[in-house]
């Protein structure tokens, strides 16, 4: 089975902080994606990378930056915290051969800036 | 990138069958449909995707008319344990990266009555 795993499940960080959430998928699957979730809005893709060192930005990039040096990690940056970026972040992969568009989420993070 | 429209709830009874439409009136001709399954705090999980009229799984049905302007998720005798958000997507391919990208909209939350 494919598995995604994310660094923590609940993140507190202050206003202003620098966070890292991190991801890791242990399938050599070259696209892997991040979301956030927040209620009423449903999933909102953030950035996306198709293979080590590429990135595309998704719908809602601003605020956050990422980073992708090996296949199998991918990095979501918030360079300055803001409260307007509580949510729920997910990440997903997917085999960049496949015809499928199946993808593989992670548990998600909670994050609250406080 | 293609729009999606789909209910924002329905419940049904233990034991039906459940029906949940989407529309996407501006699906373009190599785009697939997809739908996924979300838990309450779990990442979402793929169900099922097609291209044009019927595709079966031991989970769910879809069915996609000939105009593909929309699509229907068939759940048989569903219980307790599917309620939960379907979400319907179109995949769209970026061809500049050779990546698929998916776009989330708000979901059908089921509820299952029992």
């Known amino acids: 089975d494919v598995k995604v795993t994310q660094s923590s499940r609940y993140l507190v960080k202050r206003t202003g902080e620098k966070v890292f959430l991190e991801c890791v998928q242990d399938m050599d699957h070259e696209n892997m994606f991040w979301y956030r979730q927040d ?74 800036v406080t | 990138l293609a729009k999606t429209t789909q209910p924002i709830s329905m419940d049904s009874y233990e034991g039906q069958e459940v029906n949940i439409t989407c529309s996407h009136n501006n699906i373009a001709t190599n785009d697939y449909i997809t739908w996924y399954q979300q838990f309450p705090s779990q990442g979402p999980r793929f169900i099922i995707q097609g291209y044009k009229t019927k595709v079966t799984n031991e989970v769910a049905s879809l069915f996609i008319p000939a105009d593909r302007k929309s699509s229907t998720l068939s759940l048989p005798r569903v219980s307790l344990s599917d309620t939960a958000v379907y979400y319907c997507l179109v995949g769209e391919k970026n061809s500049g990266a050779g990546s698929y990208q998916l776009t989330f909209g708000k979901g059908t939350k089921l509820s299952v009555i029992p």
């Open chain 1, 39 to 112: 209620p009423g809005l449903g999933l909102r893709l953030i950035y996306f990378s198709y293979d080590v060192k590429m990135k595309e930005k998704g719908d809602i990039p601003e605020g956050y930056s990422v980073s992708r040096e090996k296949k199998e990690r991918f990095s979501l940056i918030l360079e300055s915290a803001s409260t307007n970026q509580t949510s729920m972040y997910l990440c997903a992969s997917r085999l960049g051969t496949s015809s499928s568009y199946e993808q593989y989420f992670g548990p998600g993070t909670r994050l609250t």
